[in-house]
T-cell receptor
Framework: DVKVTQSSRYLVKRTGEKVFLECVQD?????MFWYRQDPGLGLRLIYF???????EKGDIPEGYSVSREKKERFSLILESASTNQTSMYLC?????????????FGSGTRLTVV | GDSVTQMEGPVTLSEEAFLTINCTYT??????LFWYVQYPGEGLQLLLK?????DKGSNKGFEATYRKETTSFHLEKGSVQVSDSAVYFC?????????????FGTGTRLTVIP
């Protein structure tokens, strides 16, 4: 069974800390994504990557950066965490399937910034 | 731009009741449409999809029909169970704006009581 694994289910960090959220997929997918999920706002795309060392900004990239040094790993970095970055973060990977349905999501990391 | 509007929740139903969750969309091209489900503490799972007008997606007793004339993709189930309690997201993937992104609705929380 295909898997996307996020390293932490829950994180609590202090304002101003540098935070790393890790995501690993075992499916050899080219495309990987980071979303944040907030009540009433649904999922919003932060960044995505379509290949190693390649990245593209999504809809809300401000305050975030990403790293894709290996195909299987896609890291989301909060350079200086702020309270408005308290959220649920979801990683996904995708292989091209006609109709665009080839997304697999991780279980999410709930980050609280205090 | 592309967008998805779905019925606000929360929705509370008794077991065996009929479920409808409304979803309408705006897209520049000919999108594929999806329903994802998020069970408590988990990531998103694809529930069903439709890739062209008049297609009907179905899975686990849920159905949704791609209606181009009304730009809708409403989710229905004839008889809900307690195990259907989850958050449901309508989404679209539009090849005209880049198949590397899904546009999500805000999510509808369904609670089914015995």
């Amino acid at each position: 069974d295909v898997k996307v694994t996020q390293s932490s289910r829950y994180l609590v960090k202090r304002t101003g800390e540098k935070v790393f959220l890790e995501c690993v997929q075992d499916m050899d997918h080219e495309n990987m994504f980071w979303y944040r999920q907030d009540p009433g706002l649904g999922l919003r795309l932060i960044y995505f990557s379509y290949d190693v060392k390649m990245k593209e900004k999504g809809d809300i990239p401000e305050g975030y950066s990403v790293s894709r040094e290996k195909k299987e790993r896609f890291s989301l970095i909060l350079e200086s965490a702020s309270t408005n970055q308290t959220s649920m973060y979801l990683c996904a990977s995708k292989i091209y399937v006609a109709g665009g349905s080839g997304y697999t999501f991780g279980s999410g990391t709930r980050l609280t910034v205090v | 731009g592309d967008s998805v509007t779905q019925m606000e929740g929360p929705v509370t139903l008794s077991e065996e009741a009929f479920l409808t969750i409304n979803c309408t969309y705006t897209a520049t091209g000919y999108p594929s449409l999806f329903w994802y489900v998020q069970y408590p503490g988990e990531g998103l799972q694809l529930l069903l999809k439709a890739t062209k007008a008049d297609d009907k997606g179905s899975n686990k007793g849920f159905e949704a029909t791609y209606r181009k004339e009304t730009t809708s993709f409403h989710l229905e189930k004839g008889s809900v169970q307690v195990s259907d309690s989850a958050v449901y997201f309508c989404a679209l993937s539009d090849p005209q704006t880049g198949a590397n992104n899904l546009f999500f609705g805000t999510g509808t929380r369904l609670t089914v009581i015995p």
